[in-house]
């Protein structure tokens, strides 16, 4: 059932996106915002899901298949699946862009409290 | 040059400055530090060649589309990344191509002693943030814009925390990191979504489709859209790191965040207002006049409000970028032509101003106004340059800011959109307000204690600030011949979406020719002039006077600082935006 996935994926936005907005700990917001990214991914293969459909490998047809049924699109979206791999790529680098800050703060202000890291403001 | 070859030209300009990044640090380690930023002037200088072959066929009503690998359309259906020249990205890849160079030159010039580590590093991620840019302005796909959105995220990221030994510097990459992570899982939801119930992400297609058939997920893709684009651009609610993040950064970044990666926002946000989701109906428009005063007069306020010249720079962008958003919201062609002149008036103003701030700091090492006056004797190159930038802004004449801001006026004025008109005098009365107090407190107010001796500026800092003041000058003087020649083929652009998106398609396509008039000496205009810098004068003149208004202490009050904080604007503000464009 699809469905599950959306409402899972709804769930672990919301998770993500509570922490974010209710959490002041630096590595705490960045889980929050993993958890949210995570969400996105479940959500685009939830979209590109079909019923009955396969891997979206085109090379020759399955057994029982014909090369027409896979052009009618009984595959899952290969579209969809290569946003996931994008973006995953992309937040890998952000992930550790956001953590080598977290660490620098952590040693400059010698805190995670996001709340005692606003010098400027106003 | 046939039409062909010029067409497969079309990746290099971005090609360029990702090869010129990719050896940038090697380059400054392995040769030469200083290599890295000359051969980033190469790079950025070849990008601009390649567009400047463009403009002649381009400007003159063509739009033209490559596709990448040659993955060209099969039955109107497109597989491939389409890049497509149309005047509206041509302009803006222009100036990016161009303001980059300028200030990798004063780069060159200010920063050289940084050693090879940081002035490679510094090189790479400056010229990614251009090609960004450029592939930005010259992309007809969806997917493709969300990479380069992820593009210029990356390396901001990295320009803001840069210099890592000032804390501030981490505490506001901190903040872009967050809000601009949010902002990147809205675009990357909305187009999906978008592909799911369209089933396409070429812009010419996703307008026909659109056309055909709009659904209500459609409209949430486009709200999820235009948050993550307006967060981009800084526009308000989803602006709380923008002011914190000029704070931290050195002139050239600064000037570069401001004059040009802002306006990136703006540029994907007509682009889906206007080329994508040309259906009647939805209200968009009045969407983007609404956020655009809300933002033009908010960042009026707390740029009047500011000690810190550069944060004050950072709020009135802010202000700026709303009244961008007022121009496209008015629909019609003079303000849509407005809008583009504006985009790439703010992008020679703004960088002008922000590259004085950093020379006054890099100089004198002071930050806050209270702090500083009589700059005007010490730093006159400095002071002339922060003048010319200043009027500019103000509108007027014969700076470029005049020819812009009376064109938007036109198009309020036509469509009979009072009330927004309005409240945009207020803005402008503030706007002035806030750059004369500024201009006043750090150059011409006489100062108790004379400056340590100040090292003089460097002959590419001063070539840097020339051009910049220069082209407003030209903007300014010539305004029929830019009109004509770029803005209101630009602005055809957006209003013929049915021609765009064949263009992109076939591949070659000629936009109607569109007339947008100006007169210089309309005496309606200068009265508005000359009544809104008499009443902006007035103003700042108050404003150092009295003791703080409540109104605005509050407003500085919401503006905590917090990143849990900023982060809830941004999702209520996004929450906002999908109710409005869904319920209405």
């Given at each position: 059932?699809?469905?599950?996935?959306y409402?899972?994926?709804?769930?672990l936005f919301?998770?993500?996106?509570?922490?974010?907005?209710t959490?002041?700990n630096?590595?705490?917001?960045v889980?929050?915002?993993?958890?949210?990214?995570a969400?996105?991914?479940l959500?685009?293969v939830s979209?590109?899901?079909?019923?009955?459909?396969?891997?979206?490998?085109?090379?020759s047809?399955?057994?029982?298949?014909?090369?027409?049924?896979l052009?009618?699109?009984n595959v899952?979206?290969?579209?969809?699946?290569?946003f996931?791999?994008?973006?995953?790529v992309?937040?890998?680098?952000?992930?550790?862009?956001f953590?080598?800050?977290?660490v620098?703060?952590?040693?400059?202000?010698?805190t995670?409290?996001a709340?005692?890291?606003?010098?400027?403001r106003? | 040059?046939?039409?062909?070859?010029l067409?497969?030209?079309?990746?290099?300009?971005?090609?360029?400055p990702?090869?010129g990044?990719v050896?940038?640090?090697?380059?400054?380690?392995?040769?030469?530090?200083?290599?890295?930023?000359?051969?980033?002037?190469?790079a950025?200088?070849g990008a601009a060649?390649?567009?400047?072959?463009?403009?002649?066929s381009v400007?003159?009503?063509l739009?033209?589309?490559?596709?990448?690998?040659l993955?060209?359309?099969v039955?109107?259906?497109?597989?491939?990344?389409?890049?497509?020249a149309?005047?509206?990205?041509?302009?803006?890849?222009l100036?990016?191509?161009?303001?980059?160079?300028?200030?990798?030159?004063?780069?060159?010039s200010?920063?050289?002693?940084?050693?090879?580590?940081?002035?490679?590093g510094?090189?790479?991620?400056?010229q990614?943030?251009?090609?960004?840019?450029?592939g930005?302005?010259?992309?007809?796909d969806l997917f493709?814009?969300?990479?380069?959105?992820?593009v210029a995220?990356l390396a901001?990221?990295?320009?803001?925390?840069?210099?890592l030994?000032?804390?501030?510097?981490?505490?506001?990459g901190?903040?872009?990191?967050?809000?601009t992570?949010?902002?990147?899982?809205?675009v990357?939801?909305?187009?999906?979504?978008?592909?799911?119930?369209?089933?396409a992400?070429?812009?010419?297609?996703l307008?026909d489709?659109?056309a055909?058939h709009?659904?209500?997920p459609?409209?949430?893709?486009?709200g999820l859209?235009?948050a993550?684009?307006?967060?981009?651009?800084?526009?308000?609610?989803?602006?709380g790191?923008?002011?914190?993040?000029?704070?931290a950064?050195?002139?050239?970044?600064s000037?570069?965040?401001?004059?040009?990666?802002?306006a990136?926002?703006i540029?994907?946000?007509?682009?889906l207002?206007?080329?994508v989701?040309?259906?009647?109906?939805i209200?968009?428009?009045?969407?983007?006049?609404t956020?655009?005063v809300?933002?033009?007069?908010?960042?009026?306020?707390?740029?009047?409000?500011?000690?810190?010249?550069?944060?004050?720079?950072?709020?009135?962008t802010?202000?700026?970028?709303?009244?961008?958003?007022?121009?496209?919201g008015?629909?019609?062609a003079p303000?849509?032509?407005?809008a583009?002149?504006h985009?790439?008036n703010?992008?020679?103003?703004?960088?002008?101003?922000f590259?004085?701030a950093?020379?006054i700091l890099?100089?004198?090492g002071?930050?806050?106004?209270?702090?500083?006056?009589?700059?005007?004797?010490r730093m006159?190159?400095?002071a002339?340059?922060?003048v010319?930038?200043?009027?500019?802004?103000?509108?007027?004449?014969?700076?470029?800011g005049?020819?812009?801001?009376s064109?938007?006026h036109?198009?309020?004025?036509?469509?009979?959109?009072y009330?927004?008109?309005?409240l945009m005098?207020?803005?402008?009365?503030?706007?002035?307000?806030?750059?004369g107090?500024a201009?006043?407190?750090?150059?011409?107010?006489?100062?108790?204690?004379?400056?340590p001796?100040?090292?003089s500026?460097?002959?590419?800092?001063?070539?840097?600030?020339?051009?910049?003041?220069?082209c407003c000058?030209?903007?300014?003087?010539?305004?029929?011949f830019?009109?004509?020649?770029?803005?209101?083929?630009?602005a055809a652009?957006?209003?013929?979406?049915?021609?765009?998106?064949?263009?992109?398609?076939?591949?070659?396509?000629?936009?109607?020719?569109?007339?947008?008039?100006?007169?210089?000496l309309?005496?309606?205009?200068?009265g508005?002039?000359?009544?809104c810098?008499v009443?902006?004068?007035?103003l700042g003149?108050?404003?150092?006077?009295?003791?703080?208004?409540?109104?605005v202490r509050?407003?500085?009050?919401?503006?905590?600082?917090?990143?849990n904080?900023?982060?809830t604007?941004?999702?209520?503000?996004?929450?906002?935006?999908?109710?409005?464009?869904?319920l209405?």
């Amino acid at each position: 059932m699809i469905l599950v996935n959306y409402l899972a994926a709804v769930a672990l936005f919301g998770t993500g996106l509570y922490v974010l907005v209710t959490r002041r700990n630096l590595i705490k917001i960045v889980m929050g915002l993993s958890l949210m990214e995570a969400s996105t991914y479940l959500f685009m293969v939830s979209l590109a899901y079909r019923a009955g459909s396969t891997a979206p490998v085109l090379l020759s047809p399955p057994a029982g298949k014909t090369a027409k049924q896979l052009a009618h699109g009984n595959v899952a979206d290969p579209v969809l699946q290569n946003f996931c791999l994008t973006a995953v790529v992309i937040g890998v680098a952000v992930t550790a862009v956001f953590l080598s800050v977290a660490v620098r703060v952590a040693q400059h202000y010698r805190t995670l409290d996001a709340d005692r890291m606003r010098t400027m403001r106003g | 040059m046939s039409g062909q070859a010029l067409a497969s030209l079309l990746p290099l300009p971005v090609a360029l400055p990702i090869a010129g990044a990719v050896a940038a640090p090697l380059l400054a380690r392995l040769v030469h530090r200083r290599l890295a930023v000359i051969a980033g002037l190469v790079a950025l200088g070849g990008a601009a060649l390649i567009l400047l072959l463009q403009a002649p066929s381009v400007f003159g009503g063509l739009v033209r589309a490559h596709y990448l690998g040659l993955w060209t359309p099969v039955h109107g259906r497109a597989l491939g990344i389409a890049f497509a020249a149309d005047p509206f990205g041509l302009i803006f890849a222009l100036t990016s191509a161009f303001i980059g160079a300028v200030l990798l030159l004063y780069t060159l010039s200010e920063l050289g002693g940084l050693g090879p580590r940081e002035l490679g590093g510094y090189a790479c991620l400056f010229q990614l943030l251009v090609a960004a840019l450029i592939g930005a302005a010259l992309t007809a796909d969806l997917f493709n814009l969300f990479v380069w959105f992820e593009v210029a995220a990356l390396a901001s990221y990295g320009l803001t925390a840069f210099l890592l030994e000032r804390p501030v510097a981490l505490e506001a990459g901190f903040k872009i990191l967050a809000l601009t992570t949010l902002a990147s899982f809205a675009v990357f939801i909305g187009a999906g979504l978008l592909y799911a119930t369209a089933g396409a992400l070429n812009y010419a297609q996703l307008h026909d489709a659109l056309a055909r058939h709009l659904t209500t997920p459609d409209l949430i893709a486009l709200g999820l859209l235009v948050a993550g684009f307006a967060t981009k651009a800084g526009l308000v609610p989803f602006h709380g790191w923008l002011a914190d993040v000029h704070t931290a950064t050195s002139g050239p970044v600064s000037a570069l965040f401001s004059g040009l990666m802002y306006a990136f926002g703006i540029v994907a946000v007509a682009r889906l207002a206007f080329q994508v989701f040309a259906v009647n109906g939805i209200p968009v428009l009045g969407l983007l006049l609404t956020v655009g005063v809300v933002s033009a007069l908010l960042g009026a306020i707390m740029a009047l409000a500011q000690d810190d010249l550069k944060r004050l720079l950072a709020y009135d962008t802010i202000s700026q970028m709303g009244i961008l958003a007022i121009g496209l919201g008015t629909g019609a062609a003079p303000g849509i032509a407005g809008a583009v002149y504006h985009l790439v008036n703010h992008a020679l103003f703004k960088a002008l101003l922000f590259l004085c701030a950093g020379a006054i700091l890099h100089r004198t090492g002071l930050t806050k106004l209270s702090d500083m006056g009589g700059l005007a004797r010490r730093m006159p190159v400095v002071a002339v340059a922060f003048v010319i930038g200043a009027a500019s802004i103000a509108g007027i004449p014969p700076l470029n800011g005049y020819v812009s801001l009376s064109l938007i006026h036109t198009g309020l004025l036509d469509g009979q959109q009072y009330l927004p008109f309005t409240l945009m005098q207020v803005a402008q009365v503030i706007t002035i307000a806030a750059l004369g107090k500024a201009a006043w407190l750090a150059f011409f107010r006489p100062r108790a204690g004379d400056y340590p001796p100040l090292e003089s500026l460097r002959p590419g800092m001063v070539a840097g600030l020339a051009s910049l003041a220069g082209c407003c000058v030209v903007f300014g003087v010539l305004p029929q011949f830019f009109l004509d020649s770029v803005m209101a083929p630009a602005a055809a652009g957006l209003l013929h979406p049915a021609r765009y998106a064949s263009g992109v398609l076939t591949g070659l396509a000629r936009l109607p020719k569109l007339h947008v008039p100006f007169d210089y000496l309309s005496p309606e205009e200068l009265g508005l002039v000359v009544a809104c810098a008499v009443a902006g004068a007035a103003l700042g003149w108050a404003y150092v006077r009295v003791r703080e208004p409540a109104p605005v202490r509050l407003l500085r009050a919401a503006h905590t600082g917090s990143v849990n904080d900023y982060a809830t604007y941004a999702v209520a503000g996004m929450l906002a935006v999908i109710a409005v464009l869904t319920l209405t």
